[in-house]
Structures are given as structure tokens and as C-alpha cells.
């Protein structure tokens, strides 16, 4: 591996205490994301999460809270409106010996570009599916981001309280529509379809829960046996039992343990059955998931890979996002901490701009009610300052020279033309669309014309077009309307500009050039995106911004 500056620790010489501090700091760092469709279960697991791991003392506090935002926040109507969160943050908390970051994604399938920009702050994922849908739409996108990542990701079938698909059939439904292989770790122990227990088929044990009154506020009691035990017989009635002891035996016949590696590469998914409404499941599923996933590993650099303990601070910004006091137009940029420590006060640099950048953290962040420390260590996210230098994949660093390669953006599916209501404000239009689209709210792009280029924007979600109207209303006080375009797939494009020209000469196609000068191709339909695609060699697509 190379090092991008000697430290004082190099190899051989005893490691101060700071360092094995920092070494030890960065090893209990777990930083994932939970991906789900709306409704799986989500922010009743997250609330799991903080509840066993002390941060909250009732389940039931983080929704009332996302209320309390709602009612208090006048940022933006529509998130009141439509009971939706339009931003994510990070929760940082302690479990067990564990520092966790749960990068929280909005379930809200319009923010779909949010939520994808989230994921690449994220060391693992926790797939969560619903027991009587399997895999959803929003589950399905977002497992193709991990997927490119090579994300492992740790699947949790919720739900199982209640009857829902036979398990067999979830994993047959995982392993064809996403094209993962999936070992179960556990499998539910039924009774009339419900769950009422769980076996641990590394460990050949069965814990078997009671129900509590307390509607899930604490770990319920359980009872382990082992599957070989003959007290089980008297545990469990020969309906529960026998259809039990079958499955896992086809299960030791058909699979074996998961291979780490495989996991490791986002090839292969273990899985657990769990209800996260009753905390049946949860307590191993939480245990082994901490277990596996991996903490920050190596980060690939201009440089080479960049070490997370032995290397200076750096960083990736894969968020910006305005702050939610329009009397202060500030906004707050999410860094992720690739290596070393972040230390509040210190300056650091952004390759991009060439400019120093003193690390201000700001004091309240979204959550309203927590406030930062004034360290971090290569695995955390921290909320800096930005008053419109920091752009989404910008490097933070304090050393010299190095860059992280960025942060995708996805194809945009909805287009439109900006039709500006007063040409008077241009400059406050030209400037709005300039933030939002570096916030990520939407992509901005140029089509040609002979009065100059035409601003078209594009999103991954509609509901991005009203946010965007809404916001140019309320923070630059423009007022536009938007075309609606009939192209529904853009790829950018890399080939001779002769040939981009032709291919878009006729209908069905339309040359942009993004806000980078970048040239794309926006096609009618996806079918004309994939003849498009097939026919024309000479020209390279790509759904991603290419580097
Ligand atoms: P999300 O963040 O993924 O959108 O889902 P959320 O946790 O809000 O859960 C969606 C609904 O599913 C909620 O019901 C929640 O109580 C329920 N739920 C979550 N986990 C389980 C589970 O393990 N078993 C069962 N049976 N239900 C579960 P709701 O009626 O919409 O809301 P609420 O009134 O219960 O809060």
C-alpha cells in the first residue's frame, strides 16, 4: 500500500498511544445505510437500533420527533404536507462496543438521487423486506447502486409477527429478481405462520421468544435450546417442530455458510428473519450484522489506496445541503472521513478550488437536537459549513496532492424546460439553479438554441420538480414554470462530436450538455436509448457521470 505522507508511526517503531487510540477508534466504526421500500419497516428498526443501543430510553421517540420537524419546520411546506422527509442525516451512537453511523435515507422514491449519493458514504447496507412483498421497486434501485459499490449488504425479512410469503419463497424471489445469492443465517420458527422464535443455524440453536406487553419496548425474554435437544420436543408441538427440523435440513442440504468473501463483494447476501415490531429476531440479527460488517477498509485514491488508520485526514463531500434558516443562506456539507482524524478548527484543502478550508462543524445539526463532537475518525460523517465552496465530490484533505475519484450521478428520468416568469430576476434563476443543482436537487443542463443556451432540468423523481419550483420561490424569490419534455432516459455520451450531432439530428434523441460542459444524449424511450445503445459503436453511454 502506499502512503501518501510518512507518519510518525511508520512500521516498526512502537505506535504511540494516539495512534493505537485513533486505530482503535476507526476499528469499532460501523457506517451502513438501511435500504428498503417505503413501509418495510425502516424507522421501526432504526428506532430498534437506538432503543437497545441506550441512545433512546422509548421506542416510538424517533417518529415523534420526524412529527415535531414537521410541525416546526416552515423550510419547506411540502414536507409537511405530504408527511415525507426530502432530507437524509446521519444518526451517530454507540452500541455495544460498536460506534454506529446510520446514514438515514429518505424511503420517499422521488429522492431517489439523495438516497443514492447517501450510499456512497456507506461501509455495508442492511436490506430490509417486508415478508409478504419480497423485493420492491425502491429496494431493487437502490440494491443496483450497491451493487456497483460492491456493498455488502445483510438482508432482514421483517414482518414475520405475521403471516407472509413462505420463506423459501423470499429467498427464491431475492435470488432471481436481484440476482444475489442469500444464506440464511437464521430461519423462523412458526406457529400458524407468526414467528415465535428463531434458529441459529451456525450454532444449531433455537431461541424461542415470549411475548412482552410492553409493545416493544424491551428485548423479550427468550429460551435457548438446541436443535438436537430433546426438551425441544416438549418445548415446541410436533406441528411447529416437525415442518422446522425439514427445512433446516433441506436448508444444510441446499446451502452452506455464507463465504465471507463472497459477502465481502457484495456477491452474496446472509439473511435473517426477524420482526421488528416485537424484537423477535433482532437480538441475533443485530449481533452477527455488527460482526460482519466490515468497518472502513481502504479508500482508492489519485494516489493509491488511502489507508483509514495510517494515512492524514481526507475526505469526500457526497452531500450539500441548504440549511434550513433562510435568514442565514448557509448551507451544511456532509463529508465522509476516509482516513485519519478530523479535528474542528484545523484547515484542510479542497484539490478542486485550490483553497484552504478551516473545518467548522455546524453546531446544531439536522436532527435540532444534537450537537457535534469536535472530533471524527475515518469512518465517521461530519456536517461542515460551506458557504458555496463545497460541491458534491469534492476531497477534503490534509494531504497534499490528493483527490477521491467522486460521486456518481445518476441518470435523470424526467425532463423539463425552465420557463422563467420575469426576465428580470435571470441572474437570481441562473444563480438558483446553479446551487440547487451542486445541492444535487436536480441536474441542470443546456440545449442549444439560437437565442443562447436554454436551461432544462432533469430529475430522477417528479416530486424534485416541485421542490425545485418551491425553493426557487422561497430562497431566490423566482418565480418559473416548467415544460415537461418528452424524453424519458439520458446517458452522457463520449465520441467525435460529429457523430453525437448526427445521432441526435432527428426526433427521438436531443443533444444537452450538462453543467459541466459535459455533452449527454436525452432519448425518447428506452427503447431508443437501447437501439441506440446497440447500433451505435463508435459512441460510448454512460448512466453515471463519467469521471
Ligand atoms: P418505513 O420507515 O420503512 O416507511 O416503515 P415504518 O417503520 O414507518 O413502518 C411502516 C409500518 O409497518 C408501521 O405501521 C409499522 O408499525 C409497521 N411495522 C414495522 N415493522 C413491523 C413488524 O415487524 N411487524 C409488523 N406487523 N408491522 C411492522 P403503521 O400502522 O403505518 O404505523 P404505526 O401506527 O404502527 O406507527
Partial sequence: MKEIIPTADSPGKPASKEAARLVREIGRRRTFAIISHPDAGKTTLTEKLLLFGGAIHLAGSVKARRAARHATSDWMDMEKERGISITSSVLSFDYQRFRINLLDTPGHQDFSEDTYRTLTAADSAIMLLDNRKGVEEQTRKLFSVCRKRRLPIVTLVNKCDRVGEDPFGILDDVQTHLGIACYPLTWPVRREGRLIGVCDRQSREILLYAQTQDHGQTLPPVTVLSLDDPALD???????????????????????????????????????????????????????????????????????????????????????????????????????????????????????????????????????????????????????????????????????????????????????????????????LDRGLRHLAEEGTILLLFSDSLSGPVPIVGAVGRLQFEVLVARLKAEYGVSIRLEPLPFHAARWVIGPEKEIRRITGGYGRKRVVDADGLPMVLFETEWVLSRTVTEEKGLKFHDVQPG
Fill in 234 to 428: 416438549q418445548a415446541l408441538e410436533p406441528g411447529v417442530l416437525e415442518p422446522l427440523r425439514e427445512e433446516v435440513e433441506l436448508l444444510a442440504v441446499a446451502g452452506e455458510e455464507a463465504d465471507p468473501e463472497a459477502v465481502s463483494r457484495g456477491e452474496a447476501t446472509p439473511v435473517f428473519f426477524g420482526s421488528a415490531l416485537t424484537n423477535f429476531g433482532l437480538d441475533v440479527f443485530f449481533r452477527r450484522f455488527l460482526e460482519m460488517a466490515p468497518g472502513p477498509g481502504p479508500v482508492d485514491s489519485n494516489l493509491g489506496p488511502v489507508s483509514p488508520e495510517k494515512d492524514p485526514f481526507s475526505g469526500f463531500i457526497f452531500k450539500v445541503q441548504a440549511n434550513m434558516n433562510l435568514r442565514h443562506r448557509d448551507r451544511v456539507a456532509f463529508l465522509k472521513v476516509c482516513s485519519g482524524r478530523f479535528q474542528a478548527g484545523e484547515e484542510a484543502t479542497v484539490p478542486r478550488t485550490g483553497r484552504a478550508l478551516r473545518l467548522a462543524q455546524p453546531q446544531e445539526l439536522l436532527a435540532g437536537e444534537r450537537t457535534h463532537a469536535d472530533e471524527a475518525v475515518a469512518g465517521d460523517v461530519v456536517g461542515l459549513h460551506d458557504r458555496g465552496n463545497l460541491r458534491v465530490g469534492d476531497t477534503v484533505s490534509s494531504a497534499p496532492g490528493l483527490e477521491y475519484p467522486g460521486v456518481p450521478r445518476f441518470s435523470p428520468e424526467h425532463f423539463a424546460q425552465v420557463r422563467l416568469e420575469d426576465h428580470l430576476r435571470r441572474k437570481h
